[in-house]
T-cell receptor, first 115, second 111 residues
Framework: GQQLNQSPQSMFIQEGEDVSMNCTSSSIFNTWLWYKQDPGEGPVLLIA?????ELTSNGRLTAQFGITRKDSFLNISASIPSDVGIYFC???????????????FGKGTKLSVIP | KAGVTQTPRYLIKTRGQQVTLSCSPI?????VSWYQQTPGQGLQFLFEYFSETQRNKGNFPGRFSGRQFSNSRSEMNVSTLELGDSALYLCASSYNQETQYFGPGTRLLVL
């Protein structure tokens, strides 16, 4: 099946630093989504990208949909303690029949912010 | 607008039992997808329902099943539970199929 390679697996940063994480795949995706998950909770959607080359911001977060449709990155600027959590990328496959789409998730990037 | 709700939030079962989890999507969303999340395998797709029909299915054994009702609420059932079924089960709803919104999950522990 399809796989997403998300890196880094984990990172420790100082408060105020910028963070960058990315996902790559051997398959193309129609949509890239970035989620954040806190312990014991479901993933919360941060940014959705729908077109190759698209660059979208949401506050201190910026994400881009790669031109090849096989990769995406997420940047967090001026990190704060509440940014701590696990960040997941997800790619939505092209139409798979009967109008159904399926998300494939990366393994996640665990972010720790040192005050 | 209320988010995706899942019940129960926590569940403890023993091997061999069966379990039913419930998901209520965001109002107006007709697509509901289910995922299993474990530390080792990450988030894995189980199945997706739209208008009471299963449209897509992941690579899970037949012990995992689901259904969707006319009000778009969905249930998933796991029969003959195994220790390896211990996981966080997440439900996600979607309106336009391009963006999925997740519920808080049901944490299942199989003893």
């Amino acid at each position: 099946g399809q796989q997403l390679n998300q890196s880094p697996q984990s990172m420790f940063i100082q408060e105020g630093e910028d963070v960058s994480m990315n996902c790559t795949s051997s398959s193309i995706f129609n949509t890239w989504l970035w989620y954040k998950q806190d312990p014991g909770e479901g993933p919360v959607l941060l940014i959705a990208l729908y077109k190759a080359g698209e660059l979208t911001s949401n506050g201190r977060l910026t994400a881009q949909f790669g031109i090849t449709r096989k990769d995406s990155f997420l940047n967090i600027s001026a990190s704060i303690p509440s940014d701590v959590g696990i960040y997941f990328c997800a790619g939505q496959s092209p139409y798979s029949g009967a109008g159904s789409y399926q998300l494939t998730f990366g393994k996640g990037t665990k972010l720790s912010v040192i005050p | 607008k209320a988010g995706v709700t899942q019940t129960p939030r926590y569940l403890i079962k023993t091997r061999g039992q069966q379990v039913t989890l419930s998901c209520s999507p965001i109002s107006g969303h007709r697509s509901v997808s289910w995922y299993q999340q474990t530390p080792g395998q990450g988030l894995q797709f189980l199945f997706e329902y739209f208008s009471e029909t299963q449209r897509n299915k992941g690579n899970f054994p037949g012990r995992f099943s689901g259904r969707q009702f006319s009000n778009s609420r969905s249930e998933m059932n796991v029969s003959t539970l195994e220790l390896g079924d211990s996981a966080l089960y997440l439900c996600a709803s979607s309106y336009n199929q391009e963006t999925q919104y997740f519920g808080p999950g049901t944490r299942l522990l199989v003893l």
